[in-house]
């Protein structure tokens, strides 16, 4: 699969190179040219504009802060319509640890699509630390790691593509409403890890279908 990367931050290159071990063809795409040329280079991807990420993947990973999402999307054009949309960003407020949300109580998943008319959008990936997606596998007690994903049923097989290529297991959370869920449950585990636990272990969840904390 083509995979193109909106964003050249610490999960790009967490999740970039576990997809390019797998055989996937990657493109990163940053607002800062050397600095997207430079991650490419040590995981073995391609590198361009956000333009040219969002034109060459047959999916395409959002990655970038919530501050710099709607720049983001708008630098992509409409290239993102039609296509699976993988959002692993959260929207929290790390001064209290409250979750941000975007119009009527959108998360910011649902912003992407409001954004990017046409894209198929899911949220995926925004459970755990950039770390634990660079473990090969991230796996957990001998068990892989199962991941939390929901949106448009459109783009769920190629988020499945995406989680089983790092060696993890998808777990289908609904439609694209439940974001807002994902989001919210994100936001303990980003409290927990600036309160100074072990990425490795704040919360992870595991195959068969039950969770399990650490």
């Known amino acids: 699969m083509k995979i193109g990367v909106l964003?050249?931050?610490?999960?790009?290159e967490a999740l970039a190179a576990g997809w390019v071990r797998a055989g996937h063809d990657v493109l990163i795409g940053g607002r800062t040219?050397?600095?997207?040329?430079?991650?490419a280079g040590r995981v073995g991807a391609r590198s361009g504009?956000?333009?040219?990420a969002a034109e060459f993947g047959d999916a395409v990973l959002v990655a970038v802060r919530r501050e710099g999402l709607?720049?983001?999307?708008?630098?992509?054009?409409?290239?993102?319509?039609?296509?699976?949309?993988?959002d692993c960003g959260n929207a929290v407020d790390t001064a209290d640890?409250?979750?941000v949300t975007y119009r009527d109580g959108a998360s910011m998943a649902e912003e992407i699509?409001?954004?990017?008319?046409?894209?198929?959008?899911?949220?995926?990936?925004?459970?755990?630390h950039a770390s634990v997606w660079a473990m090969t596998p991230p796996a957990f007690d001998g068990r892989p790691l199962a991941?939390?994903?929901a949106g448009d049923e459109e783009a769920k097989p190629a988020a499945r593509t995406l989680i089983t290529a790092l060696g993890a297991e998808p777990l289908d959370a609904g439609d694209l409403r439940q974001a807002?869920?994902?989001?919210?449950?994100?936001?303990?585990?980003?409290?927990?890890?600036?309160?100074?636990?072990?990425?490795?272990?704040v919360f992870a969840f595991t195959t068969p279908n039950r969770p399990t904390t650490r």
């Open 180 to 201: 807002r869920n994902l989001e919210a449950m994100a936001i303990v585990v980003i409290r927990l890890l600036f309160s100074g636990h072990d990425p490795h272990s």
């Open 33 to 39: 040219p050397a600095k997207a040329e430079a991650l």
């Open 113 to 128: 699509a409001r954004l990017a008319p046409g894209a198929h959008v899911v949220k995926a990936f925004n459970q755990a």
């Open 97 to 99: 640890f409250s979750q």
């Open 70 to 86: 709607a720049d983001t999307i708008a630098a992509a054009g409409g290239a993102l319509a039609g296509k699976p949309v993988i």
């Open 49 to 52: 504009t956000l333009r040219d």
């Open 7 to 12: 964003g050249a931050g610490a999960m790009t």
């Open 147 to 149: 991941v939390p994903f």
